[in-house]
């Protein structure tokens, strides 16, 4: 069965609406209930994407299904909220990355559900541009921040740690050696020749045997 992606409604001039559709409109907020942690709702998403015969392995079918844990459509899956009602979606988005800005206090059950909306409403060109739209009249930081996570959205798997580290993108080669740098560091030999300021004495040779010795026992001879 082919993924579920959002059907984002065009205008007549082609460019996507941000009005609420009529499901929208007549959607009443649901009464406030526990957040579901991060674990339970991509669960519950990958069973719904199973039901229907999807792919789990396809992570823009999986986000679809994910449910908002927060806010007026607080129990609508992303997929919904992209399709009926865009113009809250960039909205909310633009408050996700202004209260970032500012230092976000969410729950981490929150904060988890939020990212994932962030990374979903990044994946597609249509939600993209409704976001950058209803962000025009937010602050230039806000603005960056949401380009950003935009760009970052094409890195390659094993690269995403360095970016949150650095913030910009190294080349396989270049990763490459930075792990091989990490798993294999560089082992020391101790200059032993060098003259001591102090004669060495007797326990101190016997000390430098044991080691010895025992480097040659466990195989770690430099």
Not at 66 to 79: A, D, E, N, T
Not at 194 to 204: E, I, K, L, M, W
Request: proline share 6%; hydrophobic share 35%; glycine share 6%.
């Amino acid at each position: 069965m082919p993924p579920k992606y959002p059907s984002i409604r065009r205008g007549r001039d082609g460019i996507p609406v941000l009005y609420d559709s009529d499901a929208a409109r007549q959607f009443k907020e649901r009464a406030w209930f526990p957040p579901q942690t991060a674990s339970q709702v991509e669960n519950l998403a990958k069973e719904c994407v199973r039901e229907r015969g999807g792919d789990v392995n396809d992570r823009k079918d999986v986000l679809g299904e994910f449910v908002l844990q927060s806010g007026k459509y607080r129990g609508q899956k992303f997929c919904w909220l992209l399709e009926n009602c865009p113009g809250y979606v960039g909205w909310f988005v633009g408050s996700i990355l202004e209260d970032r800005v500012k230092g976000d206090k969410s729950s981490v059950t929150q904060m988890a559900n939020k990212d994932s909306l962030l990374m979903y409403c990044s994946m597609f060109e249509e939600s993209r541009a409704i976001v950058s739209q209803k962000l025009s009249g937010r602050s230039k930081k806000i603005q960056d921040e949401w380009k950003r996570l935009c760009e970052k959205r094409n890195v390659v798997p094993g690269q995403q740690f360095h970016l949150l580290l650095s913030g910009r993108e190294l080349s396989p080669e270049a990763l490459r050696r930075k792990v091989r740098r990490i798993a294999t560091p560089k082992r020391v030999t101790p200059n032993l020749k060098q003259p001591s300021r102090s004669p060495a004495t007797a326990d101190d040779m016997r000390l430098l045997e044991a080691v010895q010795e025992f480097e040659v026992e466990s195989g770690n001879v430099f």
